[in-house]
């Protein structure tokens, strides 16, 4: 394995899994963030259902971020509890 940076696209949807655990509260920050700054107003975190270890970290981490204005489970067809989707505060740079 490297310590290369890799490339995630910003789109609306996130899915952990292919990360470490010990990977998943940084990588979900930094793509939060960049969300955030592309004008993304929601966005869905794929996390798993598991035991909701998981589920618990990225809901810590979603409360400490100042841009984040909501979350909640994604409905069935979303993920249901295995998924996160997360409501953006506006990005004022982007709108016109």
Same mark, same amino acid.
């Given at each position: 394995?490297?310590? $290369?940076? @890799?490339?995630?696209?910003?789109?609306?949807?996130?899915?952990?899994?292919?990360? $470490?655990?010990?990977?998943?509260?940084?990588?979900?920050?930094?793509?939060?963030?960049?969300?955030?700054?592309?004008?993304?107003?929601?966005?869905?975190?794929?996390?798993?259902?598991?035991?909701? @270890?998981?589920?618990?970290?990225?809901?810590?981490?979603?409360?400490?971020?100042?841009?984040?204005?909501?979350?909640?489970?994604?409905?069935?067809?979303?993920?249901?509890?295995?998924?996160?989707? @997360?409501?953006?505060?506006?990005?004022?740079?982007? $709108?016109?």
């Amino acid at each position: 394995m490297s310590d $290369q940076p @890799v490339a995630i696209p910003i789109t609306d949807t996130l899915d952990l899994h292919p990360f $470490q655990p010990s990977e998943v509260k940084d990588v979900a920050r930094e793509y939060l963030s960049e969300a955030h700054a592309r004008g993304l107003r929601q966005v869905r975190l794929i996390h798993g259902r598991g035991i909701g @270890v998981q589920r618990e970290r990225i809901r810590a981490l979603l409360e400490t971020l100042d841009f984040v204005e909501a979350y909640h489970d994604a409905d069935g067809s979303g993920g249901g509890w295995g998924s996160t989707v @997360v409501l953006l505060a506006s990005n004022s740079l982007n $709108q016109e």
